[in-house]
């Protein structure tokens, strides 16, 4: 007996391997799985939740699981896999493009940066470099969860690698990243597909591709297009009224689009978690599906249930998030281990944490999504040209910007007569709401790509639960052309989108619009004049509006309030082994509203009893494809998805040998250097990215209590 060297946990789950292998093989031998009588006694009933099911078989040469066919260099090109016809592209078609885009959003495919050494489909489950192309042979189990009434329509996605060990099955979640559709964590995927595992996928009812109001065209579950009543109840997303119809809406207002994240008015983000485990349900039914017994009486069986199946809820940043979520939600013990890189973690209010850093406490931390990202909605773009930030990548003068930063100093927002001064007031207002400072050289780049104002307008609109035809503090999603004003989509475009996009505009040729500019009426919206300042200063107005719902009385802001407490977590891991990391550098964001709070809000919750570890990765940020992309990225920034790998592997190795969990520390990487004014850099070596210390140094260890979180310096 091995029950002092295997946890409670995993003594039910391990223990249960022989004797699986015993039953099959008296099934087979007896031709039956069910009672004396040969009528299946443990039928595998799909769950009520999934609708239609389609299975998909990928032979692992012209066509795979991992990389659709295009193979460890395919993902790494620079030529994307473009449709035959453009305009009409077939559902396999965006299905490779959409493996294609949603591989490279994630991690840097540069081979300087760590793909194809470090990581990448031809680096297997060991580490080790190899020189397949890292195709994975399997099927795919795609389906909707949606209550019957086509209002959700939430996708599932469940991959069976041929690989899959029925003697010790495994599956891991990858919950979307960000607001993408359901290929949207292909590449955390990736780390279960090596291992022989499931994973079970969900656009977690956000997704990439957009209703076009002007045509009145809808995405379908695998991304081809058609008419809203032509689907039905099967569009993936289409746009609801709100006080005007759509018709009278696109008359007055022509060329826009609504997102499913932003407009379904589900606030789908307080059921991330639900559905990440519903994602599991239908993982162990697609499992069972296919290898379950089959019973005299022709009834597949549930061979594999809940206890025989390990499963690690895994995903980065907002399917970090659901995946954390899932955990804390999860009373019918589906989830095992958690692995999650740079999560999207709202607490609640005044939880008592305190952060330190070093001997000094944190200016602020613990604060929701909303808070922060309409906060640097407000600042990012003048803080991005202050002179200190000589160093940032895509650092330069912005006219534009520089007007944001004049109407702060007018309304009494930053302070200083000069640029100078009101940028560095607006870094330092910054800094005091909880922004580290290795964050600093990031606001200029997440400045120009219009992050804060996207994320601002995205999320408002669907806490608010509000319609796309509100245009809630007067934005909308539009293509513009070269006069920066609302145009027709290009169909080509249009038709791609579910494989190109990110679900939250700006996205491929889709743009934020400000449709409130006194002066060019609706107008995009970073170029955009205020009404209160009669200056180019890229909606100032809009973007304090944004921010007033947060305290606001009136009922969009109270609207908005209520879809905000759906989203709080409760910081009860349930007793699992878990691992959070995150970048110290994040930008988007950062450790001091989520991960590190985070900790300390478990401790409170879970006492000893909590198995989560904290490891912070210095010279790591949010955004991993931005290495390879963005001049001055590669000298000063490490991948962080070396150490989801890392983490995954960890509480795997907990689960299965029963190794401890790395303790919560800072781990000191190495930047690659060279010169700042390239995409390139020298090559990222196994020295830059040390591996999570089995006994950190007291130096870089992080400790934590029911009140206080201590990350050294």
């Not at 081809?224 to 759509?246: D, E, H, M, V, W």
């Not at 983490?647 to 969990?661: E, F, G």
Request: glycine share 10%; proline share 6%; with cysteine.
């Amino acid at each position: 007996m091995h029950s002092t060297q295997i946890p409670p946990v995993r003594q039910r789950r391990l223990g249960h391997t022989a004797l699986a292998a015993a039953a099959s093989l008296v099934a087979a031998a007896c031709g039956s799985g069910g009672d004396n009588n040969g009528n299946g006694s443990n039928p595998n009933t799909k769950p009520a939740f999934i609708g239609a099911v389609t299975i998909n078989s990928y032979n692992g040469t012209t066509d795979d699981l991992l990389t659709a066919g295009l193979g460890k260099d395919g993902l790494a090109s620079a030529s994307a896999p473009l449709p035959a016809s453009p305009t009409a592209p077939t559902a396999a078609e965006l299905r490779r493009y959409a493996i294609y885009s949603n591989y490279r959003a994630i991690v840097d495919t540069t081979s300087g940066g760590g793909y194809g050494s470090l990581y990448g489909p031809n680096v297997d489950a060991q580490g080790n470099v190899t020189g397949s192309e890292g195709k994975v042979a399997g099927v795919e189990y795609l389906a909707y969860s949606d209550d019957g009434t086509g209002n959700q329509n939430v996708t599932m996605l469940v991959q069976i690698p041929n690989t899959f060990s029925t003697t010790k099955p495994c599956m891991i979640t990858a919950t979307s990243s960000g607001s993408r559709g359901v290929y949207g964590a292909i590449a955390v995927g990736e780390w279960g597909l090596k291992r022989g595992c499931a994973v079970a996928y969900t656009d977690k009812g956000t997704g990439a591709a957009p209703h076009d109001l002007d045509t009145d065209t809808v995405p379908l579950i695998d991304g081809t297009r058609t008419t809203r009543a032509a689907a039905g109840k099967n569009a993936q997303f289409a746009a609801k009224p709100g006080t005007i119809s759509l018709e009278d809406f696109t008359a007055t207002a022509p060329h826009r689009l609504a997102f499913k994240h932003a407009h379904s008015q589900q606030n789908p983000e307080k059921d991330w978690g639900k559905f990440t485990l519903q994602a599991i349900q239908f993982g162990i039914w697609a499992i069972n599906d296919r290898f379950g017994t089959v019973a005299a009486d022709g009834t597949r069986q549930l061979s594999m249930d809940k206890d025989k199946i390990l499963v690690i809820a895994s995903s980065v940043s907002n399917g970090g998030g659901a995946a954390v979520a899932a955990a804390e939600q999860d009373t019918d013990g589906l989830i095992d281990g958690v692995a999650v890189g740079e999560p999207n973690l709202n607490l609640p209010p005044d939880t008592g944490v305190l952060v330190q850093r070093g001997s000094n406490p944190v200016s602020a931390s613990g604060r929701i999504l909303y808070d922060y990202t309409t906060t640097a909605n407000l600042l990012q773009l003048c803080a991005s040209q202050a002179t200190a930030l000589t160093l940032a990548p895509a650092f330069g003068s912005n006219a534009i910007f520089a007007n944001r930063c004049q109407t702060l100093a007018d309304k009494n927002i930053v302070s200083g007569s000069t640029l100078a001064d009101q940028a560095a007031s607006a870094l330092a207002a910054l800094h005091s709401a909880g922004w580290e400072p290795e964050s600093d050289d990031l606001h200029p780049s997440l400045a120009a790509l219009d992050t804060a104002a996207s994320i601002s307008v995205t999320y408002a609109n669907s806490y608010a639960r509000a319609s796309v035809t509100d245009r809630l503090c007067g934005y909308s999603f539009a293509a513009t052309l070269a006069d920066f004003k609302p145009a027709v989509i290009a169909p080509a475009a249009l038709a791609s989108m579910f494989a190109t996009g990110n679900g939250v505009p700006p996205t491929t040729t889709v743009q934020l619009i400000n449709d409130r500019d006194p002066l060019n009426g609706p107008f995009l919206n970073g170029r955009s004049v205020s009404a209160s300042t009669l200056r180019a200063d890229a909606n100032f107005d809009g973007a304090n509006c944004l921010r007033a719902l947060l305290s606001g009385t009136d009922v969009q802001a109270l609207a908005l309030q209520s879809g905000l407490a759906q989203t709080l977590r409760s910081g009860n891991l349930r007793g699992k082994p878990a691992m959070i990391v995150h970048g110290r550098s994040d930008g988007l964001l950062p450790v001091n509203h989520t991960s590190r709070p985070y900790l300390g809000f478990n401790r409170q919750q879970e006492g000893d009893a909590s198995k989560l570890s904290y490891v912070e990765v210095e010279n790591a940020q949010h955004f991993d494809a931005f290495i390879g992309a963005v001049s001055g990225y590669s000298n000063r920034y490490v991948p962080l998805h070396v150490y989801v790998i890392r983490a995954l592997d960890a509480v795997y190795d907990n689960l299965t040998a029963n190794k401890p969990l790395p303790p919560s520390q800072v781990v000191r990487t190495t930047p690659r250097g060279g010169s700042t004014n390239t995409t390139t850099a020298p090559t990222l070596l196994p020295a830059n990215v040390p591996p999570i210390a089995a006994t950190p140094t007291l130096a870089n260890a992080i400790t934590v209590n029911a009140s206080t979180v201590q990350v050294p310096d």
